[in-house]
């Protein structure tokens, strides 16, 4: 396409063009992820180095997401190369900036500065067919725009359409929600006893100046104040909330009329003469006259900060559970629901299923193991489901179904139910410890009591074998002993109201004093590594067992460069991928990958798989664990 632009043409609609844009409210408004996430797309998709979604307003383009030149955020309507999407429904392309008219010259985010050649941009149509801005890629080559990639930005700015209409029916539907609740609290404004009665903390604030005209005792609870803050301006009666930014918040909701609404909202407040941190539910909403100007801003609060704290240490319990769950000298794992999906299971109940990771997380207990009929089958977990009871099976006879055959087991078998708010069973804890060689001596000893001339040689090497178990007892002894501390730990921790979590750890730790009587073998956990990827900086946290998989001391200091330069080619670049992928798009993380081989090992395989964590409902790590498999190209 030829560079033929013309200087800036406004639309003679131009002013009802600009009132469409701003019914959006989008205008000034900070970045969004997800305006972000497709102007990333497109400098992807098209392999250039700039991507803006703009907004063409009377006089200025606002940028709304600007990927490649984020210290732009506002640029003159003037000289402008976004304002050519006016007047037309095309994608508009410029292949060589230079070349334009003169007075686009001076523009200094194309040409003077970041020495653009190539530009081309999608108008954003509304649905009443008002162009109200573009997206666009921009580079510092000239280049021709195919036929495909015009009809690939054209359904780019359609994506963009649908995010900004999504928007505005979300800011529609709060404000909705929020002006019912608002406008049930006018009604009673004049009320004062209503407001005092009022469930909530209510409070008003009058005259842009905010003094305080009136607040129920509930409010002022909340504030940590008395009624003699009645008559002060909020900024004096509460000194400590400046520069959190709500006294900005509450200036903007009266100088706009617009209401405004918080949810999960942490305030710093003075109470009782010690600096708490306190989390809200609240609205302000503007009170206005007869004539529309507002007077006063009413504050309906809910303060939700227990809830928030114990949300909180109930989720740092569940962490301490899992990593208890996954650090155990036995074999441990967490089954949920009546299906019994394997949530987590740590190596030690890998190796005494005789399957792996992949095998086993997220399935059923009913599909991995559909012909048990042993104390470790599916019928014992679904009693404990029904019963609500502990249930131990010391020294049970198993049998396993192995890809190598049937696979005799004795184990120590201890399930333990956990108790949701509502006191039902949600899930089962079962904690198993392999003892078959523990009972196999014992058991030979026993039979060797009654013919010892015949078979000293026997019997003395089974004390051999008896002494040596019992070092191993004693190693698993030490282990428990651990594990008993941080059970306890955590039951000094858990919220007086998580009464089923708290039931739950109890019963766990007397499952374990029981086992401690019999449990006498050792299982080494050195052969899976535990890590954690943070979503922002991608730094790696990796355990002990990570370490001795790439062949780093226990306590070295775990980093990306030592690890991949050690991952066969083309392995390295594809995890990194990966875990893009996996913070990016929420897909799951799994691989398996080679080691280079040294002077002294073969090359050696690794499985790594894992998810992302949440906090608050949003995502801050990517966890997951790393074990050794078998090399892929002996199984052909």
């Known amino acids: 396409m030829e560079n033929n632009l013309a200087p800036t043409n406004l639309s003679p609609d131009d002013k009802r063009r600009v009132e469409a844009l701003k019914r959006y409210q989008i205008l000034g408004t900070p970045p969004e992820q997800t305006f972000d996430n497709i102007a990333r797309l497109a400098t992807q998709i098209f392999d250039l180095p700039v ?54 010259m001076t523009d200094p985010l194309l040409v003077a500065e970041m020495g653009f050649k190539f530009h081309a941009g999608a108008p954003l149509i509304t649905h009443d067919g008002f162009t109200i801005g573009t997206i666009c890629v921009i580079g510092r080559e000239t280049r021709t725009f195919s036929e495909k990639e015009t009809t690939m930005l054209k359904g780019l700015a359609r994506i963009v359409m649908d995010e900004i209409e999504l928007r505005l029916r979300g800011i529609f539907d709060a404000e909705k929600r929020v002006m019912d609740a608002a406008r049930l609290a006018q009604l009673n404004f004049n009320n004062q006893s209503l407001i005092a009665k009022a469930p909530m903390a209510i409070g008003v604030l009058n005259g842009r100046s905010l003094v305080i005209e009136l607040a129920n005792p509930i409010i002022l609870e909340v504030w940590g104040k008395t009624d003699e803050v009645i008559g002060k301006t909020l900024k004096e009666a509460l000194p400590e909330i400046e520069g959190q930014g709500f006294l900005q918040i509450l200036d903007n909701v009266f100088t706009s009329g617009i209401p405004y609404y918080g949810k999960e909202i942490c305030v710093f407040l003075m109470r009782n003469g010690v600096m708490e941190d306190v ?47 996954m650090n155990s ?34 399935r059923s207990l009913f599909d991995i193991f559909p012909d048990s009929v042993n104390p470790a089958s599916t019928s014992s977990l679904t009693l404990v489901l029904e019963t609500r009871e502990t249930a131990n099976f010391p020294e049970a006879e198993v049998t396993l179904q192995t890809t190598e055959g049937p696979k005799d087991l004795i184990l120590n078998i201890s399930y333990v139910p956990v108790f949701d708010d509502d006191g039902e069973v949600h899930q089962i804890i079962a904690s198993v410890s392999d003892i078959t060689n523990i009972v196999n001596a014992r058991r030979l000893l026993e039979r060797m009591e009654s013919d010892t001339q015949t078979n000293n040689e026997l019997l003395t090497k089974s004390i051999q074998e008896l002494t040596s178990a019992n070092k191993d007892m004693r190693i ?16 000094s921790k858990v919220p007086e109201n998580q009464t089923g979590l708290y039931h739950s750890l109890q019963k766990i730790e007397e499952s374990i004093q029981k086992a401690e009587d019999v449990l006498h073998s050792y299982v080494d956990t050195s052969t899976v590594g535990i890590w954690h990827v943070d979503v922002n900086t991608l730094n790696c946290v990796a355990s002990p067992g990570l370490n001795k998989l790439y062949g780093f001391p226990t306590d070295h200091q775990f980093d990306w460069q030592e690890a991949i330069a050690l991952i066969s080619d083309p392995y390295g670049d594809k995890i990194m991928q990966a875990i893009r992928n996996s913070i990016d798009k929420n897909e799951p993380f799994s691989l398996d990958f080679p080691l280079n081989a040294t002077e002294d090992h073969q090359q050696r395989w690794l499985r790594a798989f894992g998810k992302l964590d949440y906090v608050d409902g949003k995502a801050t790590q990517l966890s997951g664990v790393t074990i050794e498999i078998p090399n892929p190209g002996q199984n052909n």
């Open 51 to 104: 991507s803006l979604i703009s907004f063409i307003d009377t006089e200025n383009v606002f940028l709304k997401s600007n990927v490649g030149v984020e210290e732009i955020r506002n640029s003159p309507r003037s000289n402008s190369i976004c304002t050519m999407a006016l007047g037309t429904d095309e994608v508009m392309v410029v292949e060589d900036i230079p070349n334009l008219s003169r007075h686009l």
């Open 279 to 325: 989390y809200f539910n609240f609205v302000y909403q503007p009170l206005q006259d007869g004539d529309g100007n507002t007077t006063s801003i009413m504050i309906v609060a809910n303060e939700i900060t227990e809830e928030m704290h114990a949300r909180k240490a109930l989720q740092n319990s569940e962490k301490q559970l899992e990593n208890m769950v």
């Open 329 to 362: 000298a036995s074999g441990m794992a967490i089954f949920s629901g009546k299906e019994l999906i394997v949530e987590a299971a740590n190596q030690q109940m890998f190796d005494i299923w005789c399957k792996t990771g992949e095998q086993i997380l997220g």
């Open 476 to 491: 698993t002894h030490e282990d428990l002993v651990a594990t008993q501390n941080l059970l306890r730990d955590m039951l």
